[in-house]
């Protein structure tokens, strides 16, 4: 037995978190693909079961106020606030995240006053999920304003009195590359445009702060980290100081101040409902909020989370180093824990096919073209054993 074998017996014992695993339904698989589809913790199938035969089979439309349907979106905001460093009332789950990059990023022009203030350019992360910088064309299209993709550490220089509003990903999906969104943030205000936050590859892996780093918008998914299942709910943050003047570009019924007042004129409702375009999703908006349930165990913080993370990447990277032949891979993701996510990226040019390979083995990662090998840490469910095993298990499959 390898000495890394046996001190990840070593530190499961002492892993504070190990316990929650057994809310997920997992198998032998050592499954490091939670930053992109979350595992299935073990209350969903219960609580869409209820919801499926009772609310909707029995209650039927009673249950759009007896079953709490109605003000889901806002309720589960407010279970996603405290994971993100957000007050209540500044969430609001619903739509896809790219519906929702469409609202921030319009929303975020209109705040900064647009072209008519002078203000007529988008800086959106050079490495930007795709959604994001398709999105960002159609919204600069529509606003009157340009893109310009910059590198996220070159957003302040690139600040000026023409930038309207700065899109950036917290965490880049492919490298796993944690930015600086404090001090991002902090620049883009003094530059006094707007910033949007593309949380899908942090919320529910490390701390955010949005309240606290004067973050102005955000978005995020749910079905990464968050474990909400396919498909399920993005969400919208508006900081609360930007809330009255938010101007959504999707003004569905859903956000008018009085929707079964069936006014032919619109008129914004206060607050997070701001955010909401038209009925939500309610079978996926409820096994969501099943989901969260999780991070209310006494056991179950963010900051434990976050430590676990770094505590799995680090021991996953010295595996690497031991097991896998020198030069074979390149280590994409920082070595720094200030820059580093919850993923770990390795690049090898024949990655697509060693990726098929090691998930024939029973270790589930996923492949971004060209050539990064991507694993996920999730620490809610995830073990320092398998971790060695993933790494041992890739070795082998890359000589
Ligand atoms: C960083 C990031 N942004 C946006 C998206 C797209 O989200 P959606 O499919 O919910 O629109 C993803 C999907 O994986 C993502 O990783």
């Known amino acids: 037995m390898s000495d890394l074998y046996e001190r990840a017996a070593g530190l499961d014992s002492a892993d504070q978190l190990a316990a929650v695993r057994g809310d997920f339904v997992l198998d032998d698989v050592v499954y490091l693909d939670g930053n992109s589809l979350g595992a299935l913790p073990v209350n969903v199938p219960g609580r869409v079961e209820d919801v499926v035969r009772r609310q909707w089979g029995e209650l039927r439309i009673r249950s759009w106020t007896e079953s709490g349907w109605w003000t889901a979106p806002e309720r589960i905001g407010d279970l996603i606030a405290p994971l ?5 009332g500044r969430i609001v789950v619903g739509d896809s995240t790219s519906v929702n990059v469409f609202k921030a990023v319009v929303g975020a022009v209109r705040l900064a006053g647009g072209p008519g203030a002078g203000r007529d350019e988008i800086l959106v992360d050079a490495s930007t999920f795709p959604t994001d910088g398709y999105i960002a064309e159609s919204a600069a299209r529509m606003t009157g304003c340009t893109v310009r993709a910059v590198d996220p550490a070159e957003v302040p220089d690139a600040l000026g009195a023409r930038t309207a509003a700065v899109l950036s990903n917290h965490v880049d999906y492919r490298s796993g590359r944690l930015q600086d969104l404090p001090g991002l943030s902090a620049a883009i205000r003094a530059a006094g445009a707007v910033s949007v936050w593309d949380l899908c590859h942090s919320a529910g892996a490390l701390p955010v702060g949005l309240d606290e780093h004067g973050v102005d918008l955000a978005v995020g998914c749910t079905y990464k980290f968050l474990n909400g299942g396919p498909g399920a709910p993005a969400y919208l943050y508006v900081r609360a100081e930007h809330q009255e003047r938010f101007d959504s570009p999707l003004p569905g019924w859903n956000s008018h101040a009085e929707p079964f007042g069936m006014r032919s004129s619109y008129e914004p409702a206060d607050g997070a409902v701001r955010g909401r375009v038209g ?16 991070w209310s165990r006494p ?14 990447t680090d021991f996953f990277l010295e595996c690497v180093a031991a097991y896998v032949p020198e030069g074979r891979v390149e280590v994409v993701t920082p070595a720094a824990h200030a820059e580093r996510g919850s993923q770990v990226a390795l690049r090898c040019p024949d990655a697509g096919e060693v990726m098929g390979r090691l998930i024939a083995a029973g270790v589930v990662g996923d492949f971004r073209a060209p050539d990064v090998l991507r694993f996920g840490f999730t620490p809610l469910y995830l073990s320092f054993a398998e971790t060695e095993k993933a790494a041992r298990v890739l070795a082998r499959e890359l000589s």
């Open 84 to 88: 993100v460093g957000a007050g209540a």
């Open 279 to 294: 009925t939500p999703d309610i079978l996926s908006m409820l096994a969501l909020e099943a989901a969260l349930e999780v």
């Open 299 to 312: 056991d179950v913080s963010v900051a434990a989370v976050r430590a676990k993370s770094l505590a799995l």
